[in-house]
Each structure stands twice: as C-alpha cells, then as structure tokens.
C-alpha cells in the first residue's frame, strides 16, 4: 500500500475505475499547495460532499494548517467529534435517538454499531484511533455561534471600528468596507440598501466613512445618534436637511434603535471578539479550526455576519506577509445566495476580492455548493480544483460542465465535454470527479472514510454540550505565550507601572506645594479616573525623565527609536533613584504647571529644590536609559529567525510556522524532484509485470478452454465413433499436448506474478525510502514546542538622548480614613 503520511500533502482517498466499479489501490494525494489557488465542491444531498470537505479540512489540520469554516446548515460542528479511542461510550452521548428508534436499538446498543463502524471504516482506509489522536494533538477545534449563547458567541462590537490606516488610505478599499457594512446592516432592520438609490445607504455610509476617515471608532448607539444629528452639513451637493429630512432620519433611527433594543441583539455583543487571528490560532499559537455555526440565524442575520466575516478576512490578509505555502484555509459550506451571477448582496465583493488576491498571502477558500445553477461561474473560474459528486438534474449537470469548460478555457488546457459529461453521468456516492489546474489530467476517486463521527446536524442542547467541552484555548494556561520576550523585565525605565516607588518622604504632608526658588522648574503629572467616593486629591514629588533611545543592529535588521518616560522616587538627600521608576505615559507638551485643583503635597527634600539637583537628576537619568534601557527579541535557531522588535511569542510562534512549513515544502519539492526518475521507473516496471501478469492469465484462460475442447471432442468420438482409430488417437495426442501447454501457462502465469510481486515491493521500498527521509524533515521543525533563545540589543551612549529631566508631582487618592504625618516645609536658601 501507498505511504499517504507525508508532508505537505492531503490524504483524500482512492482512485475510483468507473467501469468496474470500485476503488484501485493508488490512494489520491493531493498537495497542499494546490489549495492556493482555491477549489470548489459541487454535489446534491447524499453525494458525499460533506464527508469529502470534512477529510478536506481533518488533513489541513493534521499540517498545523489553520481553518475558519463557515456553516450555514449546521452539520460541519461534526469536525469536534473525534473520538481516539473509537469506543462505544465515546459515541454514546452523540449518536442519534431517531436513528436508533429506527432500528429497534438501544441507544447503548446503537452507540456500539457506531464505533464498530467508524473502526472498520477506518481500518479499510489503513487509519486507525492513533491517527485521530494525532489530529487533535496538531490542531484546536472550537465551535462558535454567532447570535447565540448555545455555542461561543462572538461580539460584532468591531463592526463599526475604524479599520487600520493602511486600509482608509485607499478609496476603493474603504468604499468597498463601508458600503458592505452598511447593506448588512440595513438588511437587519429590513431595508434593501441599494448604494446608489437608496438614501438610508448614502447617508449612514457618509456617516461612517467621515468617522472612519478621521480614525474615530463607532457603535450602534453613536451611529444611531449621528442619523438623528449628522457631522456634514451636504450629502452630495445637497444641503442634508434636503437630502434627508428630520422626521425621515427619525424613522430611520427608530428602526435602528428597535435592532439595538430588541432582547436577542444584546447576545451579538457578547462573547469572543471578531477577530480572525483569534479564530485561527488559540493563546499560544496553536493552529485552530474554527467551525462558526450560523444555522440558527435568519437569512439577514446570516448575510449581515457572513458579511463581517469576510471583510474581517480581508483585513486580516492584507497584513500579512506573501506567502508561498498554504497558511490558512478559509471553507464555506453553502454559497448559495452568497455568490450569485447577477446580484450583488453585501458577501459578494468580498468574497470575489478574496479569491483573486487570497492566493498571494497563503490563504485557501473552498466554497461547496448542492446547488450549482443560481452561481457567478465566471467569479468561480479563480479556483484551479474542482470536486465534483452526484448531481440531482441534467440541468445542475449542464451548468456545472459550462462553469468547468470556463476554467479550462482560462487556463489554455483542453476540455473533453463528452468526456466529462459521461463521467459525471455514472459517479456513485462518495465517488467525485476531480479537476487540478496542477495536474496533467482529471482525477476519479473514492472519498476515504472521515475521522470525525458524521453524525449530521445537532440540536441546541448538543452544541452547547459539545462547545463546552471544547472551550477555546482550554489546553492552554492563561495568558500563555503571550509576552514579548521584554515582557518579564524587573521595574526600570522600561517597565510599564501606574506609579514610581515608595519616597522616604511620601507619609510626611502639607496643604500646599513649596515655593521654589527661580531656575527650579515643577510640573503637574495630570490625574486619571474619578477619584474614589470622598477621596482627595495628594500629590508625591518625584524625577521625571523623559528621553529618547534609538537601538540599531545591521545584522539584526533593527533601527528603532523609543521614547522612554518615567517618574522616579527621591530619597531623602534629594536624589533620584531611577533603578525604582516606572514608565508613564505622558508627554512633555501635555504636563500642566499647577495641580488640579485643591491638594495635598508630600515633603520636598531640601536637596530637591536646588538648581542643581535637576542637572545630576538629568546626568544619572542619561546613564540609567543607557544602562538598563535594551531590546529582547526571541530567536530560533532551527530556523535562524529573530522575532521583531515588542512582536509577542505567540505572534512570533505563528509566523514561524508559515515559515516552517515554507522551508519544508522547498525542501520536500527538492525531495520529489530527487526521487521522480527513480519512482517513475519503478512505477514503469510495476505497469510492466502487472501487464504480462495480465497477458499470461489471458494465454493460460484460452489455452485451458482450447484443451478442454480437444478432450472433449476426442471424447466424443471415441464414445461415438469417426473417421477411424488413427484420427481418434491423433486428437488424443492433440489434446494431451494442449494439456502440457496449460501446464506451462499456468507456470508462466506463476512467474509473471512473482516477477510483479518483486517489482511492487521494490516501489515500496522506494516510497518508503522517500516518506523516511520527508519525516526526518518533519521532525526538522516544531516551532510552537522548539525552545526560544533571547538575544538583547543595548543602545550606545551616543543613541541615549535626554529631552526633559525635571521635579514632577505625581496624583494619588487619599482616602478619607487615610492620615498622614503634617511636613515640615523646607523653605529655599
């Protein structure tokens, strides 16, 4: 049997002989990088393209490949239900109460069916509970549903947030983003948004592109707000009140505040946060595969989040790197009125966006379909592989063959329609037509057996059953792999704190600040919060520094400048001890020259107030930035790649393995490329010796009937009589020769399979050669598991800049039960 364990490449089942009617030995591979360049599944109810998505989907999460799967008729949660051990009491909380009704059993009894099923199946596919366990070992499943607290909800509070600036920099892009979110939106309160007609859409897209454009974040309650009372004066070259009057605006707002209002929108702002790298990698960066339900919703629900979802996907893309491996996939179960040939709803731009650009960034779409008519073909003619099942009509048939004769037109290939229409005529359940822009021909083949329980779609109870036992990020410890490798840094210049050190001065207070004599300059820290109920204002004196440390390495690749502030405590001699200050955010324009208002102050050391206390303050403060001031960047070795500079582990673990699996799909091309002549010469002599095995058993099959009718009719002739004895012996002798020339061909039958038993095992043993050789390569790279060196870059004395070194007063709130000891007031010399 074929190795199918190897790198880089999907496990998707046999070859499939159409005249026969059964699976051949050959296992179809197909690699991973084809995904780039997107595909398509088209089947009716019962053709098996759910289980063929799903071995899709288990494959890329054996790779570590990522996933957000879209699920609009809700049988896709069955990727949670893998089960190691393949035991009856694994499937008994999932199997089906109607299916076990239905054949008279017991739910124990049928859970046992089940399992003696799936172990079967499995086995017939040469996996077994070891190779569902490594599945869940490579990835984290987790199942969200959106509008709902029956799965892990997710918040659309980012909806209307003000996209990054790389993305309100182009006009098209945020048209495009804006003009989405709006028709989802209106969709919800029951208004067909056209964006050229309708003035609803023209005016709550100006709205949001002004607030965008001027990087302000909005809600649906300020959204609302400014339909009442709108930030432009003209839409167009009308005055607003024109374009759209109060009172309309008003029943816009009363719409849009029912949506806001109702009980059930409340769980749309609950819940995970929309945001793609959370659903495609947990915590610590381990590849997710995230299955988003949306069965539940209505179709304006569906819309309006499919919507979000995907232009969220489009953010996402856009700031990562080019890619030449696949990185992620992103899976849509039912395109059906998402992506139609004349319509344009709000899914349609950016899913069209997606599959011409996605390639370039390493990001895969595969969208499924059983209903293949009401589709925008020339859209789908971006993707290079096309899974096709069992279709219901001749119609379905027709146009699914003109769509696929688009794409090969695109590509220059050639396309047998006659061909492909017989094909297409006798595929059997679970049998799929497969055509790869990458390959030299199409493919027939038989789907493997799925790993996951297909049980079909589950009830309320059910996912929130399983949602809970899959929590997102439950392997995880909190906050793992998060930080920087800065992160864990003692108290220093660097440190981020909402206050310095205790001063050997602080319990000591007065009323009022000191007066200070001329050239001692005193600044305000500005206070933030409401104060507690019936606190105080108290002011500490402290250093503040504010400088300027620019960190450069050549080889490193690194040239930053970080502006470092920081209050630090005195002593009682007046000095600063900046080894004890923490990190402020504040800037030098912002300090105010007066407290906040009524106060009270701790002492000042008399040391303080002098004009030179400020120029040693300045002098340690230079010599503090230089010392303790560094950068940290995580390095692995494995790959010789350096984390940039405040990248957090997690980020820099999930950029490593897109940069992992680059690096090996090189090395693993490199691999193939070494051993192709060799295994396409064996492959040759395995065709050769199963030829003449054919051809002998041919020879053997008509000699033995030859013989037989020699023996026979020497028979007969003797029992009968003929021509005479010596014709009869003659045909006996015929016959005897014909029995020796059985004998030989049943020989040469013999040795002709024993001949193709050498060559077979002898392409075995090369393609185990090369799988030993790609999991020595496998084995290479685990960069979530591979220990992180640091490596520390220092500034020179020269890269150390002071901009301020001054006294500051730092707020706190006393509380009313709260004494402090009255201060003697140093008055100046």
């Known amino acids: ?38 595909a398509v599944c088209v089947g009716m109810t ?104 029956a799965g892990t909800p997710i918040s ?54 002004k607030s965008w454009r001027d990087s302000r974040d909005l809600d649906l309650a300020s959204l609302i707000r400014q339909v009442q009372n709108p930030p432009v004066a003209r839409v167009g070259i009308m005055d607003t009140e024109s374009f759209f009057p109060e009172k309309d ?48 919703l209505d179709d304006a629900q569906r819309m309006f989040f499919v919507s979000l979802l995907l232009n969220e996907t489009l953010t996402w893309m856009r700031g990562q790197a080019g890619a030449t491996s696949l990185r992620a996939i992103l899976y849509m179960d039912e395109i059906f009125g998402y992506f139609p040939p004349v319509a344009n709803p709000p899914s349609k731009t950016p899913l069209l966006t997606l599959l011409k650009q996605a390639r370039a960034f390493g990001l895969g779409i595969v969208l499924a379909t059983q209903n293949p008519v009401d589709l925008d073909y020339k859209g789908l003619s971006n993707a290079g592989t096309w899974f096709l099942g069992r279709l219901q009509t001749e119609r379905d048939k027709m146009r699914v063959i003109e769509g696929l004769e688009g794409v090969a037109a695109a590509e220059g290939g050639a396309f047998d329609r006659a061909r492909v229409e017989k094909i297409l005529s006798g595929l059997a359940k679970r049998v799929f037509f497969m055509h790869n822009v990458h390959d030299d021909e199409p493919t027939v083949f038989q789907v493997r057996w799925a790993m996951s329980y297909l049980r079909g779609p589950l009830s309320r109870d059910e ?114 001890d900046w080894r004890q200050a923490a990190a402020i955010a504040v800037r030098q324009e912002d300090l105010p020259s007066a407290p906040a208002g009524r106060a009270t102050f701790a002492s000042l050391p008399a040391a303080a107030t002098k004009p030179r206390a400020a120029a040693a303050w300045k002098k340690t403060f230079a010599d503090a930035l230089y010392r303790m001031q560094k950068i940290e960047l995580w390095h692995c ?56 095995v054919d051809r002998e058993k041919g020879e053997a099959s008509q000699a033995k009937v030859q ?31 014909g029995v020796g020339r059985s004998v030989k061909q049943t020989g040469d039958v013999a040795r002709a399979e024993e001949t193709l038993e050498i060559r077979q095992r002898e392409h075995d043993d090369l393609e185990a050669e090369l799988a030993a050789e790609a999991g020595a390569l496998s084995a290479k790279f685990d960069p979530l598991n591979e220990r992180l060196a640091t490596i520390a870059v220092s500034p020179r004395k020269a890269d150390v800049t002071v901009s301020l070194v001054t006294l500051a007063w730092a707020p706190r709130w006393k509380q009313p039960d709260e004494t402090l000891a009255p201060a003697k007031v140093d008055r100046p010399g």
């Open 1 to 38: 049997m074929q190795e199918f364990e190897k790198l880089g490449v999907f496990y998707l089942g046999r070859r499939w002989d159409l005249e026969a009617g059964q699976a051949e030995a050959d296992l179809v591979l197909y690699k991973s990088n084809d995904l780039l360049t997107h």
């Open 46 to 149: 019962g053709s098996g393209k759910t289980g063929l998505c799903v071995t899709l989907l288990e494959e890329a999460a054996i790779d570590g490949i990522p996933a957000l799967v879209i699920d609009p008729k809700g049988d896709l949660s069955n990727l949670l239900l893998t089960f190691p051990r393949l035991s009856p009491e694994e499937f008994r909380p999932w199997v089906s109460e109607d299916d076990a009704r239905q054949k008279n059993l017991s739910l124990d009894e049928y859970a046992r069916e089940q399992a003696e099923l799936w172990q079967r199946g499995l086995g017939e596919w040469g996996q077994d509970a070891a190779r569902i366990q490594r599945l869940r070992d490579a990835a984290e499943f987790a199942l969200y549903t959106p509008g709902s607290t």
């Open 156 to 209: 659309i509070l980012r909806a209307f947030e003000a996209p990054e600036p790389a993305l309100r920099a182009d006009s098209e892009l945020l048209h495009e983003r804006v003009s989405a979110t709006v028709t989802g939106l209106l969709a919800l309160v029951g208004i067909a948004g056209d964006p050229l007609q309708s003035r609803e859409h023209i005016l709550l897209a100006t709205i949001l592109e």
């Open 249 to 296: 605006r008003g029943a816009l707002a009363t719409r849009l505040n029912n949506l806001l209002s109702a009980p059930g929108f409340a769980v749309w702002r609950e819940g995970e946060p929309l945001a793609i790298d959370r659903l495609l990698f947990s915590p610590s960066g381990k590849p997710r595969v995230s299955v988003i339900s949306i069965s539940h």
């Open 463 to 576: 996912i929130k059953r399983l949602a809970t036992a899959e929590q997102p990020g439950a392997n995880d410890a909190p906050g793992a792999a998060t930080a920087s490798a800065e992160a864990s840094k003692p108290a220093s210049p660097t440190a981020e704190a909402s206050g310095a050190g205790t001063s050997a001065v602080d319990e000591a207070t007065t009323d009022m600040p000191p007066v200070l004599p001329a050239g001692v300059v005193q600044t305000f820290i500005p206070s933030t919060g409401a104060p507690p109920e019936g606190a105080s204002l108290h002011y500490a004196p402290r250093a503040l520094g504010i400088g300027r440390v620019h960190f450069s390495d050549t080889k490193l690749a690194i040239d930053v400048e970080r502006t470092v502030s920081c209050l630090a405590p005195l002593d009682a001699a007046g000095g600063a």
């Open 637 to 692: 070795e494995s790959l010789d790649i350096v984390s940039k500079p405040g990248e957090a582990e997690r980020d820099f673990r999930i950029r490593l393995q897109q940069a992992a699996r680059q690096q090996r799909d090189k090395l693993v091309a490199k691999l193939r490329q070494k051993y192709a002549q060799r295994l396409a010469v064996a492959a040759n002599r395995v065709r050769r010796a199963q030829q003449a």
């Open 707 to 737: 013989t037989v009718i020699s023996i026979g009719s020497a028979i007969l002739r003797t029992v009968f009589g003929g021509r005479g004895r010596s014709a009869t012996v003659g045909r006996a002798t015929t016959a005897a020769r």
